[in-house]
């Protein structure tokens, strides 16, 4: 399957997936989930992948759900959407099973499942001009693409319902200061920003930023006395690991 929605490649371990749909703002249709799922599932297949970047060509990230297409399609809407919903999930859960980390860069709008790809990234960072809403109950629908599973665990449970049910317009500083992106910079040291970053997550030693990844996803759930045992586990294997150790003498031999 090729790409026309977005553009997709592997190099150096690093994927970069760039939304190309610039007319239509990279509204998401049955075509746009299907070629999303695609490349999640070449990342997962992908080896040495070091880290991912998703990011949007034009003045907006992702509109979310191509409205058009629901009322296109009217007459099986339930089983058209219901496809989408099936390539979408498979996407978003393709990339959040990964030990490399997904960097989402945001610039303009990032509504409805725009929102909530960028929700489920490691690492979110927004241009000082990117604007968020979920607008999905507004149009008599119901948040999909994982916003009600990550959003929760991000600002709260009724924070989440008041974001999802009344469909308020978040700036970049005020989605930062929820916790949804980690950053806001100028719109124009946002491309250099997230090269910088992912370049810096790419050239960690070998599986750290993955274990840190399954770390912080564990202690979610997890007692202390359980995380302490994840943490002593994680810390050993990783000190034994070439490229650890490599750090380590490269460390010490500057001091010299």
């Not at 109950?137 to 989440?160: E, M, N």
């Not at 930062?176 to 920003?193: F, S």
């Not at 202690?219 to 294997?237: H, M």
């Amino acid at each position: 399957m090729s790409y026309t929605r977005m553009r997709f490649s592997i190099e150096a371990g690093i994927a970069r997936l760039v939304f190309t749909d610039v007319a239509r703002h990279h509204a998401v249709d049955r075509l746009f989930t299907q070629e999303l799922a695609q490349a999640a599932r070449a990342c997962e297949v992908a080896p040495d992948l070091r880290a991912v970047l998703i990011t949007a060509e034009g003045r907006d990230f992702c509109v979310g759900g191509d409205l058009r297409e629901f009322i296109e399609n009217r007459d099986h809407i339930q089983t058209h959407v219901r496809e989408m919903t099936v390539h979408f999930h498979a996407a978003i859960l393709g990339f959040n099973r990964l030990s490399a980390p997904v960097v989402v860069g945001v610039n303009g709008v990032a509504a409805g499942g725009g929102f909530s790809m960028v929700c489920m990234a490691d690492l979110a960072i927004a241009g000082r001009s990117a604007k968020f809403n979920f607008a999905y109950t507004k149009s008599g629908l119901t948040p999909d693409g994982g916003a009600t599973f990550f959003l929760p665990r991000i600002v709260g449970a009724q924070r989440a319902f008041d974001l999802m049910a009344t469909n308020p317009t978040l700036s970049a500083e005020e989605a930062q200061a929820l916790g949804i992106v980690a950053r806001v910079v100028d719109d124009e040291l946002l491309t250099g920003v997230l090269e910088d970053t992912i370049q810096r997550l790419a050239a960690a030693p070998a599986g750290a930023i993955g274990r840190l990844k399954a770390l912080l996803r564990a202690g979610q759930n997890n007692s202390l006395e359980q995380q302490f045992d994840l943490e002593g586990r994680a810390i050993a294997q990783g000190a034994a690991h070439p490229e650890t150790l490599a750090a380590l003498d490269a460390f010490f031999s500057r001091g010299r």
